[in-house]
Every structure is written in structure tokens, then in C-alpha cells.
């Protein structure tokens, strides 16, 4: 298996001039102690794709109908370039993105998901962000389209770290940065950023108060937290615990109702906590493309009755809190 080179130096430089530079050289080791998470048999496959993209020299990125978009002076001739090295990196669950002429039609349409969350939150301007679990990235370019002036994705998948690769070999931002970590691998207490995402994480974590704790530990004082997580449609203070598999995922654990997340939230130490959206998924927003073959959701949902999962479970539903650090 080959193993990820990275390069702790170059991170050190890029934040060099941001808020994160007390902690770049931890970021760094905190990276370099994964040992087995840096590893992966297709990382040679990966690395090559990105490796091959074409050299745009005026690439610049905008946001277009939802679009991450990379322009500039791309050629007829570099179409089969792209479209083999972005297929290499299948497959494509957190986007659109339209590179040139390609236009990556992913799994999920994160810009509804972005588009729900962005009117309720504070102003990015200026900030330090933090985006746990960013999976290939597309909030990150979000978020500092709007103006953060730092944006650190975490994540664990390589397979992620790579597609984020692909898109900044165009953007060349260095304000914008992946570590391929979990959550619990930063230093903790940190108290650095201003605005602190966890979106589609939560239940993934065996134990919630953890996962709702390290998220504290990293933010400011005052900072914004915006946690975005499935829940169930109940009206009490209760939570549903997955046994196996939940919508045919794996590693689900538990799925409070609105009342129950927002107590968590609270008792984590946070203040001002306020549920802003609750959305059921849709198969218009999560569903099977040429970029992600595999089942989506409808597979997901009972045949007869897609009220529920395969398993019996309310369908997907989801909420976003938002709430400050208290002191
Ligand atoms: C459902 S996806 C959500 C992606 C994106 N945040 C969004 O909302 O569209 C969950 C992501 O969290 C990542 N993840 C799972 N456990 C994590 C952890 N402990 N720390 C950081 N990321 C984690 C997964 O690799 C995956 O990319």
C-alpha cells in the first residue's frame, strides 16, 4: 500500500500569515501521527490523476447556478484529459463542480444544502473557518468565496483529499487548505476559529457529547458553531439508536430528536442555540448520476413506503443548529 507524502513544511508556509500559524506545526505532526490512515492502495492511481491535469495559466474559480467553476483559457484538447483524471477519482458525492468544459454532476447537490445554511449564519468576512468532515471540499470554496479569510477541511478519506487536490491544481489558494484527519486528531483547546462547521458528522460518532465537546475545544469564545446532523421527526426530548444500518449506512449510531440536539448542543457549553432549518432529503437533492453510479437514496428508502428506510426507520431528515461558544 502506498502511503501519502505530505508535506508539513509547505502547510506551515501557507498559514503562515493567518491565524493558524501558532498551530501549523501541530496541524502538521497531527497529520503525520495517522500512520495507517495516510495509506491507501489507489493512492498511486490518485495522485497520478491529479499529476496529469492540464496547466491553465488565467484558471480562476466562481460559483455559477450552484457550480463550483473553474474558468480560463481551457483547450477543445484538454476535454479527454480532464475527463479522465476527474473519472479516476471517483466516485463524486459532494459538489457540482464544472471544470472547463466538464461539469461534474455529483451524488448530492451541496449547494441546496449550502444555500439553507448560508442565510442564518454570520458573516464569514474576515473569519477563521473550520469545516469538519468537508468530504471533496465544495463548502470550503463556499465558504471562502464569501469572503473567510482562512478555511482549514478536515476529513479522513484520501479519496476526499485528492478530489480537493484536483481543484486546487486550478485555484492554487493557499488560504484554503484539506488535512486528511478526523476530528479528534486536533490539538485540542485550540480556541482559534470564528466559525466552526460540522455538517453530516454527528451521527457518525459513537458518542455525540464527544464529537459536540471537540468542537467547542477548537472554537473561540463567542465563536459560531453550525451543526448540521440527521435527526428523527419526534416532538419530545428522545433519540432513536441504530442497531446495524441506517438508509444503508453504516456507522449511524444515534438520532436525536430536535429537542434532545439542541440539550447536546447545550450541554457541550454552548449558548444562544437555535434549530434554523429542518429539511427532509429529497431524491432531486441525493441520487444516483454518471459521477456516482452506485445506490443513492431512493435504494435507500422502503419500496412501498418511502416514508421509511429499507430498515424501517423515518427517512433521512435534517436539521441545522446554530449556537455560540459560551465563555
Ligand atoms: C455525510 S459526509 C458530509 C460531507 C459534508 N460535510 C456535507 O455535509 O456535505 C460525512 C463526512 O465526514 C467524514 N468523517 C467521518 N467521521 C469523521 C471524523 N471523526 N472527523 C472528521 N470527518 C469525519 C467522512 O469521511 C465524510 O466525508
Known sequence: MSELLFDTQALQDALSKTALAPWAAALGQAVLAQGHGLKHGHLPRWEQAVASLPIVADSRLSVEAGNVRISGSFSEQDRPAL??????LMPWRKGPFSIGPLSINTEWRSDWKWNRIEVHIASLQARSVLDVGCGSGYH?????????????GIDPSLLYLMQFNAIQHFVQDKHVQFLPIPMQALPASMNVFDTVFSMGVLYHRRVPAQHLSELKQVLRPEGELVLETLIVPDQGDTSLTISERYANMRNVYELPSIARLESWVRAAGFSNVRTVSVEQTSCEEQRTTEWMPSHSLAQALARDYPALTVEGYPRPLRAVVIANREQ
Open 83 to 88: 475527463q479522465t483524471a476527474f473519472e479516476s
Open 140 to 152: 470550503l470554496w463556499r465558504m471562502r468565496q464569501v469572503g473567510a479569510a482562512c478555511v482549514l
